[in-house]
C-alpha cells in the first residue's frame, strides 16, 4: 500500500513537471498581438493612442502581460507607406489591427488582412459609403468600430459659423483628397444657409497655406471653414489660426485644439474619447465576439469651442445665443 501511495506520488509530480515544462516551452506569440496602423496627426500631440492604451488598462489589460502592442505611424506624407507597414504586422502574427485615423490606414490594413478582424477609428471619412462594413448596426465581415461623422458634423460648422458672422455672403473651405467627402456637405449646407461657398483645394503636400489664403481673400471671402484633414491638423495647427488672423478671417474648425492655438470656433468631437471607447471593441473581439457582429459606435458627444481673445481681436461681437452653446470659452 505505502509502494502504491509513493508511485501514486511519483507519477503525479511527474504529471506535474510535464506539464510545467509544456507551458514553459508554449511560444510567446500565445500572447494576443494587436498591430495599430495610424497617422501621426491621429496619436501625436493629441494624446489619442494613450487613450486607447487606457481604455486597455481600465478594462484589466497589462501591456506585456495580457497583450503586446505593435504599433506603426506616419505622416501624411508618407500614406504610401501604409501598405508595407501593414504586411509587416501581419507577418508579426498580430490577432488584430487597429487602424486609426483617415481612410488611407484602413485601406491598407484590409488589403492585407482579409481575415483578421480591424477595430477602425473612422476620423475624416464614412466607411459606410466607402463600403468598408454593410451598415452600423450590422457592419458584417470583420471590420467594426468608432464612425467620426465628420461629414455630418460639415453642415452644422458652416452654420455656426454663418451664426457667428451673419452678414457675410461668401465662405471659402480649405479641402483636400482626404477630406473631399466632407465638401458636398459644405456645399449643401451653403446652399440652405443663402451663403456663397469658395472650394480652395490644397495640392500635393507641403501644402502652400499662404497661397491659398491669399486666394481665398482676392475672392473676398469673409469667413473660412477648414474641413477636417490629417493634413491640415499637424503640423499646421497653430500655423492655419496664425495666418487666418493676418488676413482678418473668422475661422470655424473640427477639433478644439485650433482655437487653443487661435482659432475663432471649432465643433467637433473630442478624439481621446474615440481612441478610448475603441478599446471596447478590442476586448469583445478578444473574448470571442466576432465584428460582423459589433454595431459601429457614433459620438454621442461634442463639442463647441470658442476664442473671445480672437473675436475681440477681429473687432467681432459674439451673439449670446452662441455662447451659452460653447462647452469652452477662451478669454
Known sequence: MEYHTIGYIATFTLSLLAALLAAAAQPAGKMPRIGVLATASAVGDSSALDAFRQGLRDLGYVEGQHLALEARTVTPDQFERLPGLAAELVEHGVDLLFAAGPEAPLRAAREVASAIPIVM??????????????????????????????????????????????????????????????????????????????????????????????????????????????????????????????????????????????????????????????????????????????????????????????????GMTIPSSLLVLANEVIQ
Open 121 to 314: 477609428v473612422a476620423v475624416d471619412y464614412d466607411p459606410m459609403a466607402l463600403g468598408y462594413i454593410a451598415s452600423l448596426s450590422r457592419p458584417g465581415g470583420h471590420i467594426t468600430g468608432v464612425v467620426f461623422q465628420q461629414v455630418e458634423l460639415t453642415g452644422k460648422r458652416l452654420e455656426l459659423l454663418k451664426e457667428a458672422v451673419p452678414t457675410v455672403s461668401r465662405v471659402a473651405v480649405f479641402w483636400d483628397a482626404h477630406s473631399a467627402d466632407q465638401l458636398p456637405a459644405a456645399e449643401a449646407a451653403a446652399r440652405s444657409l443663402g451663403v456663397a461657398l469658395q472650394p480652395v483645394e490644397l495640392r500635393n503636400p507641403p501644402y502652400d497655406f499662404d497661397q491659398a489664403f491669399r486666394d481665398a481673400t482676392r475672392e473676398q471671402a469673409g469667413a473660412l471653414l477648414v474641413l477636417m484633414s490629417p493634413a491640415f491638423a499637424f503640423p499646421e495647427r497653430a500655423r492655419l489660426p496664425d495666418l487666418a488672423a493676418r488676413h482678418q478671417l473668422p475661422t470655424m474648425f473640427g477639433n478644439a485644439q485650433y482655437t487653443q492655438v487661435g482659432g475663432l470656433m471649432a465643433y467637433g468631437v473630442r478624439l481621446t474619447d474615440m481612441y478610448y471607447r475603441a478599446a471596447a471593441y478590442v476586448d469583445k473581439i478578444l473574448k470571442g465576439a466576432k465584428p460582423a457582429d459589433l454595431p459601429v459606435e457614433q459620438p454621442t458627444k461634442f463639442e463647441f469651442s470658442m476664442n473671445l481673445k480672437t473675436a475681440k481681436m477681429l
